[in-house]
């Protein structure tokens, strides 16, 4: 049976390509998604690739995650990253390698982005790369 990634994209990403290119890049989630079934293909892994705006919603998929027995998370929590110990506590309790994923670099951006309680779970992060960083976090989850 073929290894899945699930790949959870948190609030606002569903945005992306239409404002702020200077920080998050051009390409739109939908372009982010294409690009890593191509990867994923190559990596002979299959990905779950899901948006939501809402928190619980992302508690429920990591959840779902463990649950059907995904081989590992790519996580871009966006602005929860650096607010919900909701996202930690789950993080911690699905016992799965979560991968935390942003296009920018948190730790450059204004302090409240300098924390990450994903982080404080997570086996390792990527971030900075643009939507590269995405292929660079799957590569990393395929060596798991
Ligand atoms: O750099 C990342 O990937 C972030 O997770 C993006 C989040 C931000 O809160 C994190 O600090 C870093 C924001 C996503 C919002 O996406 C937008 C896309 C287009 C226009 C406006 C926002």
């Not at 590269?132 to 798991?144: E, H, R, T």
């Amino acid at each position: 049976m073929i290894d899945t990634v699930f790949v959870l994209n948190g609030p606002n990403l569903n945005l992306l390509g239409t404002r702020e290119p200077e920080i998050y890049g051009s390409a739109t989630l939908a372009d982010i998604e294409a690009m890593l079934q191509d990867k994923a293909r190559e990596l002979g892994l299959a990905i779950d690739f899901r948006q939501t705006n809402h928190e619980g919603v992302l508690v429920d998929w990591l959840h779902e995650a463990r649950a059907t027995g995904a081989k590992a998370v790519l996580l871009n929590a966006a602005a929860y990253t650096h607010t919900s110990i909701a996202l930690l506590d789950a993080i911690k309790a699905i016992e799965l390698p979560v991968i935390e994923v942003h296009l920018s670099d948190p730790a450059t951006r204004e302090p409240f982005r300098h924390i990450s309680y994903v982080g404080m779970a997570a086996v390792a992060e990527v971030k900075g790369l643009g939507a590269n960083g995405y292929a660079v976090a799957l590569a990393k989850a395929a060596a798991f």
